[in-house]
């Protein structure tokens, strides 16, 4: 075993974690493509609480999702994320059982406060060295886009033989098995990874909320997942007016999410190895806007909307995968959790929000003003984005520090940003540890540790 290869211990945590997080996700995902259509049998029907039923999960996540994080590193990671599981599966077993669309939206909310999502991404921190905790976290966030891609396929097919109770019951099955997953597969961890770069701070948070980069990206995941609910308010409602029948949706959903993912990864690979990144994040969010302003034209093609579909989800996908990534690219080096807490708050606050839209605009307008709204939404981020600085490649890394005083604190701090390839150092005595931003290129790890007096 290579010090550049995952371990065993370290793929059984990748793996059985990004299982849960997958199938969790599922569930969450599979309502998006369905309730439009087989909830106007719920009593209460209305577009608006259908906007509210889709986007409740992301209100109740944003608001715990910090605090569920930091319960963890109190009374324990499987503890925290096996009871929110139980309170995902309670919450997908009312919304199960209603008969009206508000108890439906209050299911969903109950669903979203199982808000585990933080405590896992501290899981397998935990679980994973600090060299081969981006490869976790890679594997972790590819299922996030698989579990999409399958709800898109699952949804409509559960629901064309079950309705709408058939997939909250499938949903509520998901959280068994991920409780599963947690208690019998799940290794114990042995030791915690810093807290930095893990658990988000509130007061940190405060602070970065003023990083005019890191606001940037925060206000851009929240318009990216905002148009998201906003378009699924309507789509599915629209392609059956168009003539797709909806067991029959999945024909375009899947072929659409795969040829995005297809066309998205050249696109990522050239703006890496060209330094073409900023050009490429300002280009998709003009095509995302670009494809909203021509679905909300071709509402009424089928062939229209799949083509529109194909372009903004190559938009999403390019976006999604490279925020995340730019996030802890930017922030301090000692507040990379406080900065991660902060970007998914506002992604799930994002998909509350694109629900209220969706379902305000479709109910007093028409399903092509919600279109042309979501590309307004896209406009209006192009314009918070045009200034926006890519940073120079870099990873976190951090030691053990013992030391008595802040002024020692402070002196190796000025000691190990003196190093080559050390971009940013910050010494946290409280913690005992040093945070580095490193250009890995550059950077000697036993320079560095030799400074701080571990060999």
Known sequence: MTASSLNSREKRAAVSLASVFAFRMLGLFMLMPVLAIYGQSLDGFSPMWIGFAIGAYGLTQAVLQIPMGRLSDKIGRKKVIVGGLVVFALGSVIAALAESIQMVTLGRALQGMGAIASALLAFASDLSRDEQRPKVMAVIGMSIGMSFAFAMLLGPIVAASWGVAGVFWLTAILAAFGIGIILFLVPNAVNKAPKGDTLASFSDIKKLIKHPQLSRLNAGVLLLHLTLTTIFVVLPS??????????????????????????????????????????????????????????????????????????????????????????????????????????????????????????????????????????????????????????????????????????????????????????????????????????????????????????
Request: hydrophobic letters at 55%; one cysteine or more; charged letters at 15%.
């Open 238 to 455: 629209q392609l059956i007016e168009d003539g797709l029948v909806a067991n029959h949706h999945w024909y375009l959903y899947i072929p659409v999410l795969l040829l995005a993912f297809i066309l998205m990864v050249p696109m990522m690979i050239i703006a890496i190895k060209k330094e073409k990144e900023k050009q490429a994040f300002i280009g998709s969010i003009a095509l995302l806007s670009v494809s909203m302003f021509a679905m909300s034209i071709w509402v009424n093609s089928v062939v229209g909307i799949a083509i529109c579909m194909l372009l903004y989800f190559v938009a999403f996908n390019f976006l999604e995968a490279t925020m995340p990534a730019l996030v802890s690219r930017i922030a301090p080096a000692s507040q990379k959790g406080s900065a991660m807490g902060g970007y998914s708050s506002s992604q799930f606050l994002g998909a509350f929000l694109g629900g209220i839209l969706g379902g305000y605009v479709a109910q007093t307008t028409s399903a092509q003003a919600v279109f042309a709204a979501a590309a307004l939404v896209g406009l209006i981020w192009l314009i918070i984005a045009w200034k926006m600085q890519v940073p120079p490649k870099s990873k976190v890394i951090s030691l053990m520090t013992n030391l008595s005083s802040e002024e020692q604190a402070q002196e190796l701090a000025s000691q190990l940003v003196a190093l080559p390839g050390v971009i940013e150092a910050t010494v946290v005595r409280d913690e005992s540890r040093s945070y580095l931003k490193i250009n890995d290129k550059e950077f000697d790890l036993d320079q560095a540790r030799k400074v701080a007096g571990l060999i």
